[in-house]
């Protein structure tokens, strides 16, 4: 016979308690919520700091239910639907989770803040395996946690299947954007993220023989008009820069760009001269990340 739970773990209304939401997901018994809400009464500590000294709960189950209390969206480290490359999605409240909200805060004060009228952003490198595809899909994730509506596209339309977005999202088949470009699809072909409801995803789609042509068709700048009426944040994924003009059409479709260079890798030179590029094409540089991984 189960336990009655305490009245101090009851829900009221919205505002459940961590007990509470840890009892109705199964991850905690009624006969532990009420060993554990003795302890928090008789030590008068938080509930989550009871549980931890009783050692019934960890502190990936006091961060999950908390993520529940405040309506932060994340997965279970045992959730395999995602890449484990999606470190915000998995382990929010890791270095990496926080580094990556610290980006989004001086985005929106850069970029979000300063022009709200301009909600696409392209982010870019200087060359290859700089980290450009990690940044984007993170910063996706971080910004559909803070209860934007996100759209993450990749434009890569030249990258290897296995390092694509489609890739790090586990996605489904789609025409994608080369679909897109090509007319044979609609920006309805964006998938949403199981488990992370504020997110969609646009994968590039099949390789096509002229990404740039491609990219330079009115359709792409119609597209990203579109997207703008229905999202918040968009932000692309692009192809190296110093290998194609791709990202360069991109950002300057864009309007905006961030650029990701990665410690010990990027060259000084290339990277400066990506940047002079851009701002001569009158794209606005939102900042530079430095992936130290």
Known sequence: MNAPVPSGLASTGSARSIGDILVATGRLSTEDAARIFERQQKDKVQFGEAALTLK?????????????QFDYDYLSVQDTSLSPELVAAYKPFS?????????????MLRWLSSYPIHKVLAVVSPGA??????????LAIVFAQQGQRTLLIDGDLRA?????????????????????????????????VP???NLAVLPA??????PQELLGRPGFSQMLLTASG????????????SAYADAEIIASRAGAALIVARKN???LPQTTLMARRLQDSGVLLVGTVLNDA
């Open 160 to 192: 290897k299947p296995q390092r694509s977005q489609h890739a790090l999202f586990k996605l489904g088949k789609s025409a994608g954007l080369s679909g897109i470009l090509a007319e044979r699809a609609a920006l309805e072909t964006a998938q949403l």
């Open 265 to 267: 890798k990027s060259l």
């Open 205 to 210: 789609g099949a390789v096509p023989p002229n």
């Open 56 to 68: 019934i709960l960890t502190k990936d189950d006091i961060d999950f239910a908390l993520s529940k």
């Open 95 to 107: 270095r990496v989770g926080e580094n990556l909200r610290a980006v989004r805060s001086q985005l």
């Open 195 to 197: 488990g992370l409801p």
């Open 230 to 241: 229905q999202f918040d944040v968009i932000l692309i994924d692009t192809p190296s820069g």
């Open 129 to 138: 395996c700089e980290g450009r595809s990690f940044v984007a899909a993170n």
